[in-house]
């Protein structure tokens, strides 16, 4: 008998664990969710390091010595997520190995308050790139119209790079024309391309989220028809974009050189409605050559119950399109759901990355030798 999650991976679908802690990784908690639920990376963000450090004790030694050291809450915000980080591409090197480096992928994101700044991100993707010192890291960096030019840029530079925040089509479009753009520079630099591998997050549940709001709002029977459709039918039209692309002049002979496709990552899949099945962006999202990143919550609802049925996306393109349309046609303004979500988005992690320092300042002062005299 094959697992749920076996059958997934047959499928195409390489899972991904959405969170990370200092205490997964020493308690083999890790390595166990690879050997039994068959996860291939690990996706981490300032609000997954802010719950992992705010409780436990796995991180009290390493405090202890960067407040002796006299270190800033910033710098030790960057020494202790760089070393999470670095211990779990260890943990997953076997399947970095295993799959031609396509998997065992492990991600750190640029500071959220860069999102507007490239220069400064890129700057930081190289130095996070550098600290970490793994070959199977991704530097994250957010979809913004600024973060196109870090993308291309930190590409270029030969890093291995997970688009974060991506809601709307056009702005998925210019994220790959991005990565493309990038592996052009790279190749001309003397990069070996094959080594450069990208994702694309796009994010599903947040759009129903916002857009299930504004369909109450409105209230008529067309408009709560399509309740909990729009997030899906927005992924799957991602990846026939993501086809497209890739089937471009630009893209086959880049690919024809040895390159990547960058792979869509269906991010933000856990449900957030009690009233939709819990693995929805699971099942309907299934298809050859994408990354689903999952709560662990999502992780082993999937093992458990997944109802799979194959290839849920390449055949719904024309379907997907009328929900969009039909979204349209009852007043939902997509452009402005996605800007918002963008925004909103940017706005949660800066949030949590403000947690994150006051977690880590409290705890250096703590710590510090006239502290516990």
């Known amino acids: 008998m094959t697992s749920t999650t076996q059958q997934l991976s047959a499928l195409g679908v390489s899972i991904w664990l959405d969170d990370l802690s200092r205490e997964r990784i020493v308690s083999g908690s890790l390595q166990k969710l690879i050997d039994e639920r068959d996860v291939v990376g690990v996706t981490t963000n300032p609000t997954i390091f802010a719950g992992a450090l705010a409780k ?9 010595a960067l407040a002796e ?51 400064g991100t890129i700057t930081q993707a190289q130095q996070l790139w550098a600290k970490v010192a793994k070959p199977n890291a991704m530097i994250k960096i957010p979809a913004t119209v600024e973060g196109l030019e870090a993308i291309t840029a930190t590409i270029a530079a030969g890093i291995s790079v997970n688009v974060t925040l991506i809601f709307s089509l056009e702005r998925h479009r210019a994220v790959i024309h991005a990565y493309l753009d990038g592996l052009e520079k790279a190749k001309a630099a003397g990069h070996d391309i094959s080594a450069i591998h990208s994702v694309a997050s796009f994010f599903v549940s947040r759009v129903d989220t916002e857009i299930d709001k504004r369909l109450e709002a409105i209230g008529t029977p067309e408009a709560l028809a399509l309740k909990s459709k729009a997030g899906i039918a927005n992924a799957q039209l991602a990846y026939q974009l993501f086809e497209r692309e890739f089937a471009t002049d630009q893209a086959k002979a880049l690919l024809a050189a040895g390159a990547n496709p960058q792979r869509p990552l269906w991010a933000s899949t856990g449900v957030k409605d009690p009233a939709l099945p819990d693995t929805l962006y699971v099942t309907e999202l299934a298809v050859a050559g994408v990354v689903n990143t999952m709560p662990e919550k999502t992780l082993e609802a999937t093992f458990d119950h997944a109802p799979l049925h ?64």
């Open 69 to 119: 050291a006299g270190t800033s809450a910033a710098d030790a915000v960057f020494e202790i997520t760089t070393d999470d980080v670095a211990a779990a591409s260890e943990i997953f090197a076997p399947v970095y190995a295993r799959s031609g480096g396509v998997d065992g992928r492990v991600s750190i994101e640029v500071e959220p308050g860069l999102a507007h700044d490239a220069a």
């Open 56 to 64: 436990g004790q796995a991180y009290d030694e390493q405090v202890s």
């Open 310 to 373: 194959g290839d849920a996306v390449t055949g719904s393109y024309a379907d997907a399109q009328k929900v969009l349309d039909d979204l349209a046609a009852v007043g939902v303004d997509y452009d402005d759901v996605t800007a918002l979500l963008e925004k909103e988005g940017v706005e949660k992690f800066i949030v949590s990355w403000n947690e994150l320092l006051d977690t880590v300042t409290a705890a250096l002062e703590a710590a510090r030798p006239e502290a516990t005299q």
